[in-house]
């Protein structure tokens, strides 16, 4: 029996495809089996090829797989686009109203399964993806009975019909494969899962929960891919809590307004992806001058320009480091996990509170719209911490105004919100003195200079690279960040498994960069090897910045729109030692 299989269903966009992976998704989670998820789409609302490919584990599992044991199509643009995955002896389960053909070089068996003609003369082509699921459950090994839960829970508004007709569907699907199939087959038997209840969500999701657990109330934003699920999530929150979302008509009217929200004392934020930023990098420069709180949410993708829209990159690293005019003081973290982003949101409200700094969270699509097993999140971590912010009367002084910039050696002033009594005080982007009032006094303008950049001296995280240091003198340090990390550590073990010593390090805090903590990591290695989904290198090149020994910084980049698999850094990682 198998411990863990990949699975796939592909066809037009529009066709069903997402719903038929999240039906035989949510079911396998329901058992206790561990998921990963990824969804392959265009930048298109309806046509073209989609697929969403979903590896299965008994254990936990953090990467795509690299290859697949079944593939489910609608059509044979989806059998001629990935069966070259298809391990040998996979197999493919098809609708036969296209007339499948399977590639004849191939090892592969294929089944031709009337999904459309099923579903109609059950009433409605509509559940021909249910006939698929139902053939994919046999094919495995799977009793239908453990997809009843989830159907009754999409279709019970629809009427107990509409539910019995469904399980209907998946159960001819089922006896399809088992009568063509001869009984089950035995190369794809999963074993049981450990039937453990545990979240199954995608990054944005957890992104979103973690900002709404960290206080924030105020959303303003433009819908981009693939940022929207953030706003699509807290449309529905955010107003039982008390807050609201606000689609704006632009990105620089979604950062002002957030700036201008949290001037006042709420916790707000906006998300977007590249063009969005690049939109907001005025905005951006404002919050530093003006010392207000800010949280973007970045999620990476294909650029520039609108470039690839729905595909993976990491291309704007050096956009968030040093986008916005002029010098200010920023952070920069990047989640490599669910759990991880979830909680870097509650941090990044923290730290941009704190510090009175603009903070973005930095993700990539794969990490943003993938779809994992979560484990329970501890909420007794969550801590708020609002800095400086005095919401209580002030004491008056001689000049009847509030030193909202006072110099300070922590370089972090007081803040009060508007109506705090005797806190009146100005507020410009203009160089300014205490009190806000604009100065171009030169001895002035380079105390308040040094005063903002004060801020982040020696600012680090808990957790600003996350290493795994398996050896004291390693063949190679393995580097990335974000999604990165699944494939780059599952590379790690078979490369430990051919004698080599590995360690790897996934730096979670891109600015200001975590020199201090990577250091004698980097200086014990004899290679350093960067795996990043750009085509320059940014990462290596920010290594580069803090380190010498650039001879020794190597390079792994992918920047085709996809992922990287873990059998690609494993074979990119060895060639280079």
């Known amino acids: 029996m198998l411990n863990q299989l990949s699975w796939k269903v592909g066809g037009q ?3 069903g495809i997402d719903s038929t992976g999240e039906i035989f998704a949510i079911a396998l989670n329901r058992q206790g089996y561990y998921l990963y998820a990824y969804r392959h789409f265009s930048s298109r609302i309806k046509g073209g090829h989609t697929n969403n490919k979903i590896r299965v584990s008994t254990k936990p599992i953090s990467a795509l797989s690299d290859d697949l044991d079944v593939l489910v199509a609608f059509d044979q643009d989806t ?14 389960i098809a609708d036969s109203k296209f007339s499948p053909k399977a590639p004849t070089e191939m090892d592969v068996r294929l089944f031709s399964v009337p999904f459309t003609e099923i579903a109609q003369e059950l009433g409605t082509t509509l559940m021909k993806n249910m006939v698929a699921v139902g053939a994919s459950s046999a094919a ?3 009793p239908v009975e ?3 839960e989830v159907v009754t829970e999409l279709f019970t508004r629809k009427g ?4 019995d007709r469904n399980m209907e569907a998946i159960s001819k699907g089922a006896e399809y494969i088992y009568k063509e199939a001869g009984g089950s087959i035995p190369d794809f038997q999963l074993e049981s899962a450990d039937g453990k209840k545990r979240m199954y969500m995608i990054g944005n999701d957890a992104i979103a929960l973690g900002l709404l657990a960290g206080g924030a109330r105020f959303m303003p934003a433009y819908p981009i891919t693939p940022a929207s699920e953030i706003m699509e999530y807290l449309i529905k929150k955010l107003p039982l809590f008390g807050g609201a979302v606000i689609q704006t008509e632009d990105e620089i009217a979604a950062v002002t307004m957030a700036i201008g929200a949290n001037y006042t004392g709420a916790r707000a934020f906006t998300a977007s992806a590249g063009p969005g930023l690049s939109l907001m990098m005025e905005a951006i420069g404002l919050a530093g001058m003006t010392e207000t709180p800010l949280v973007i949410i970045n999620t990476q993708r294909g650029g520039p320009s609108t470039g690839l829209p729905t595909k993976q990159e990491q291309s704007d690293i050096n956009a ?3 986008g916005t005019h002029g010098e200010i003081p920023k952070v920069v973290l990047a989640p490599s996990t669910p759990e991880e982003a979830f909680y870097d949101a509650i941090e990044a409200l923290n730290i941009a509170e704190e510090y009175q700094v603009p903070v973005i969270l930095l993700t990539d699509l794969q990490l943003s719209l993938g779809k994992q097993t979560v484990e329970p999140l501890q909420y007794d971590k969550i801590e708020i911490r609002r800095g400086k912010l005095n919401n209580s009367d002030q004491p008056e002084t001689e000049s009847g105004m509030f030193k909202r910039y006072e110099f300070t050696e922590s370089g972090v002033s007081p803040r009060v919100i508007p109506g705090v009594k005797n806190g009146i005080h100005h507020v410009t982007g203009v160089e300014h003195n205490e009190v806000g009032r604009p100065s171009e006094d030169a001895l002035n303008r380079r105390k308040m200079m040094d005063k903002r950049l004060r801020k982040l001296d020696g600012f680090t995280l808990p957790t600003s690279v996350v290493i795994d240091e398996q050896h004291e003198k390693p ?3 393995v580097v990335g960040m974000g999604a990165t990390r699944g494939a780059i550590e599952e590379a790690a073990q078979r490369l430990a498994a051919d004698g080599m010593k590995i360690n790897t390090a996934i730096i979670r805090l891109i600015w200001p960069f975590p020199e201090r903590e990577l250091r004698s990591y980097f200086e014990n290695a004899k290679r350093v090897i960067v795996v990043e989904n750009n085509a320059t290198g940014q990462l290596a090149d920010l290594m580069k910045l803090h380190f010498s020994g650039h001879e020794k910084v190597k390079k792994v980049l992918k920047y085709d729109g996809n992922p990287f698999l873990p059998s690609i850094v494993y074979q990119e990682c060895k060639e280079l030692l």
């Open 475 to 477: 063949d190679a340090l």
């Open 79 to 92: 059998i001629n686009v990935n069966a070259h995955e298809l391990r040998a002896g996979g197999i493919i």
């Open 160 to 163: 107990q019909n509409v539910v």
């Open 320 to 322: 968030m480091i040093y």
């Open 146 to 148: 453990m997809f009843k």
């Open 13 to 15: 966009q529009g066709e």
């Open 140 to 142: 495995l090994g799977l």
